[in-house]
Structure formats: C-alpha cells, structure tokens
C-alpha cells in the first residue's frame, strides 16, 4: 500500500472530490436497464461495479432517492472487523476483509483502510466466556483474533483505564489486529466513480415509488420521481428503507429498523491508537484521521425511521467513555447523527433470491454492515448476474425465518441491537 503524508492526502481528496463532481452529475435514466440497483450506498454501488466489472453486464442503473452515500454509508463510525462466531459468518465477513487489503487499488479511490486493530473488552466472567469462545471459533475458521491481559490490553491502548477499582473493570480483551476503520464516504464515492467509468447510471434525486410486475408475477421495472424505468432484474439495497421498498412487491420482511446514533469530539491530536468496543457496556470508540474521537453505542428501544435517537442513550454512552478513558472527561463533544438500521431477528444479514422473479434483496446488516461493503457487494453481484448465491451468501436466504436455520450473531453484532 502506498503512504501518503497529509498534504498528498488532501491533494488526492480534492482531485478525487473534483473529478466526481465533472464525471457524474445525474444522467436522465434510459427507458429500461438489464438491471436496477435501488439503493446508492455503498452496497449497492458496489454490487453495480462488480455486476459491471465481473460479470459483463453495463446496462445498469443505480436510483437513489437523494445524493449517493448518504444513507448509513455516510453515517457510520466504519469499524471493520471479521471476529464474527459461526461459520457461515466468518465466511462472509472475512471474504470482506480480506478485500479491503487492495480495495484502494481495485477502484483506484484511496479509501483510507487502516488496520489499527479492533479490541473488545471484558467486564465480568461472562464476558471473558463470551469472548474467549469468539476467539477460538475465529481461530478455528481462520480468522485471526487473540486474547490478551488487561495489562497487554493497555499496552495496546494506553488510553483505557484498567483500575480494578472503576465501574467497568477490564477483566480482558479479545483483539483483531487486521480490524480497523476506512473512509466511509469515499467507499460510496469511489465505487461510484468506478462504476461510473464501467458505464453504470448513477440516478440521484430519483426515488422508487413502486415496483410493477408482468404478467407472470417477475419482476418488469420500477417507478419512480422520474417516471416508470423498465428493468430485467431489480436489486434492492435500501437499508432502513428495505420493509417498505419490499412491500412495493407485495414481498413481507423479517425487519425492524431503529434509528442507531453516535458522535464525535472536538478534534485531538493523535491520541487514540485502536478502536475500542465494549459489548457489554454498548460503547466504542476510535479517533478519526480528522482528529475527532468517533463514539457510538447501541440502537434506541424503539423502532421508527427517525433520523436522530434518543438523548439518554448518548448520556449513558459518554459517561461510559469516561469512565474506561478517564482522560477524554474534559473533551468537548461537536455532533450527533443517527441513520434507519434495519435489523433481522438472527443479526444476520439476508443476501438473497426473493419469491418474486428478478427481484433480489441485499439488508439485514444492523448496525453492522459497513465493514461486509466489498464482500457483500461482490457476493450480491454474483447472486443477481447467476440468478443463484454464491458458495458464502447461500446461507443468509430469506427462507432460513421459516426453517429456523439461523445464523445468530447476536453476540457478534457487538453494538446492541
Ligand atoms: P445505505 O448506505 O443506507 O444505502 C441505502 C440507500 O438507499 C440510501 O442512500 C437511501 O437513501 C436509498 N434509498 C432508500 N429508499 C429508497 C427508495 N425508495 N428509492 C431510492 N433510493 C432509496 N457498520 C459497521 O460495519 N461498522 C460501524 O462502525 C458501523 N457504525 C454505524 C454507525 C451508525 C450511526 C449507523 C447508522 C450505522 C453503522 N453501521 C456500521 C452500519 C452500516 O452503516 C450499514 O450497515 C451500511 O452502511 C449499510 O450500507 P447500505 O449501502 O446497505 O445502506
Ligand atoms: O459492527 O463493529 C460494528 C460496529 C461498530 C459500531 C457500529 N457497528
């Protein structure tokens, strides 16, 4: 991987930035599309460009009801991380991470990937079981993890308080060095931009408001702000949004979507080393390469598409970061945000067939599905292009909430659901 110095960085930024802004505006959408993809976040502007870069197919156009990323790609806290339990998981969520490696390279768009390692600390026994058993399941599937002391816990982050006598003592943790953050926003970007040149649509402003079918049930295209647009196939890639854009399809969804928050600091000189995660708790934090500290921590209680939550949760959230990194009390916060997630009863995703002909669904991440981009961009894309999954999606149907074979990653999810 190349190193950039922070002038070349922001050099690189403002090209890439200007470049997006002349190449794309919104073209006018053709009359029809071999495929739809709803949805420009950076699943489905991932699953065009592989869709257009793997499987040959470039009469693509990707609607997205406002500007592209700026749904839950543009809000998220970007924690990458693979330490998933169950089999079927590690599958999808390493496939993922391993391509982070030379994302930057395949799209030609610096996503900044930083593998500063993702520490999940312990409070109590349960939580030392909980997470030792991840770290030898991850073992088992190849997926790197390890456990360490709080003393080497602290060598890692210094910053973290490891006094016995604090309100969360740390009894542990269990780290993923190859864990870490990326650039969220320039994710949605340079997919975009790399679909962009492969010939895919990009349609902002174009909001799907219904999804028609032919006369033998599949799928025939969609309408929208702009008009009907005929398509052969339809992904839909709308996060919060899937139950409703679903629906459209007559297609009912095992979904409840929440609103997720989080915050950042005044910016700091570099201080903070890692991202820190806290299960248990429900907090976690990073420093962004803008200096800010990046926090976050479970979904409200209850469901609604709004897109703030609820004060107490970000009370309980910093009185939590306080007391594990007694050396932020003083540290101004600067702005909350929340996004819709949408949320499966296993915490595992749904990348699938639907009952319908040429309609496919990519949701069911949670609070979790920024670091999946690449791998379930690429995954989905073979889904939609074979009319089959592929070998690591075939577990994650829509059919496993009727036969109960589920993959339930609760534990896993890490931030609360
Ligand atoms: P989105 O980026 O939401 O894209 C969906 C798009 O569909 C949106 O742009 C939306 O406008 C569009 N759309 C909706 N309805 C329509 C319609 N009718 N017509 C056309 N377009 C439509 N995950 C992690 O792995 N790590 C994290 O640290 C992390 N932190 C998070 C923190 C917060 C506060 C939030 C909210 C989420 C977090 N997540 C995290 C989850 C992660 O952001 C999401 O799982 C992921 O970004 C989903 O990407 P997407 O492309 O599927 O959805
Ligand atoms: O899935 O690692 C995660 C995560 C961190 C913050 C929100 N989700």
């Not at 009359?31 to 950076?42: F, K, L, P, R, T």
């Not at 089999?87 to 930057?104: K, P």
């Not at 339809?234 to 979904?255: C, E, F, K």
Request: overall charge positive.
């Amino acid at each position: 991987m190349r190193k950039y110095s922070i002038f070349a960085l922001a050099r690189e930024a403002m090209r890439q930035h200007k470049g997006w802004e002349e190449q794309w505006g919104s073209p006018e959408p053709k009359s029809s599309y071999d495929v739809i993809i709803i949805g420009a976040g950076g699943h489905g502007l991932g699953t065009a460009y592989y869709l257009a870069k793997e499987h040959g197919i470039r009469n693509i156009a990707v609607l997205e009801k406002s500007w592209l990323g700026g749904g839950n790609t543009g809000r998220n806290t970007t924690v990458i991380r693979s330490n998933y339990l169950y089999d079927e998981s590690a599958g999808l969520y390493n496939h993922a991470l391993n391509m982070w490696d030379n994302l930057s390279q395949d799209i030609n768009y610096n996503v900044m990937y930083s593998a500063r390692g993702v520490m999940m600390v312990a409070h109590n026994v349960h939580d030392v079981q909980v997470l030792k058993r991840h770290v030898h399941a991850n073992r088992l599937n190849g997926v790197q993890n390890e456990w360490l002391s709080p003393q080497e816990a602290k060598e890692f982050c210094p910053p973290l308080n490891i006094s016995k006598s604090c309100r969360y003592p740390i009894m542990g943790a269990a780290l993923q060095r190859k864990g870490g953050t990326a650039r969220h926003d320039a994710v949605a970007w340079g997919y975009a931009r790399a679909a962009s040149d492969l010939g895919v649509d990009i349609i902002q402003n174009c909001e799907v408001t219904g999804i028609r079918r032919a006369a033998d049930g599949s799928v025939a295209g969609v309408e929208t702000g702009k008009g009907f647009i005929g398509a052969k196939k339809v992904g839909v890639v709308a996060a919060g949004n899937t139950s409703h854009i679903m629906q459209m399809a007559d297609v009912r969804m095992p979904l409840e979507s929440f609103p997720l928050q989080a915050l950042v600091s005044e910016p700091l000189k570099p201080i903070f080393p890692c991202v820190v995660m806290s299960n248990s708790v429900h907090t976690y934090i990073s420093q962004s390469d803008k200096g800010e500290l990046v926090i976050g921590a479970g979904t409200d209680q209850y469901t609604s598409y709004a897109p703030n939550g609820s004060l107490h949760i970000t009370n309980h959230n910093l009185e939590a970061i306080c007391e594990l990194f007694p050396i932020f009390s003083r540290v101004k916060m600067m702005r909350t945000w929340a996004g819709t997630v949408d949320v499966t009863p296993d915490r595992s995703p749904i990348l699938a067939k639907t009952p319908v002909k040429g309609l496919y669904v990519n949701c069911g991440w949670g609070t979790g599905g920024f670091k999946a981009t690449p791998g379930s961009a690429h995954v989905f894309a073979h889904t939609i292009a074979n009319d089959a999954p592929h070998k690591i999606n075939e577990f994650f149907t829509l059919e496993r909430f009727k036969t109960g074979r589920l993959v339930d990653e609760s534990a896993a999810a890490a931030v609360a659901h």
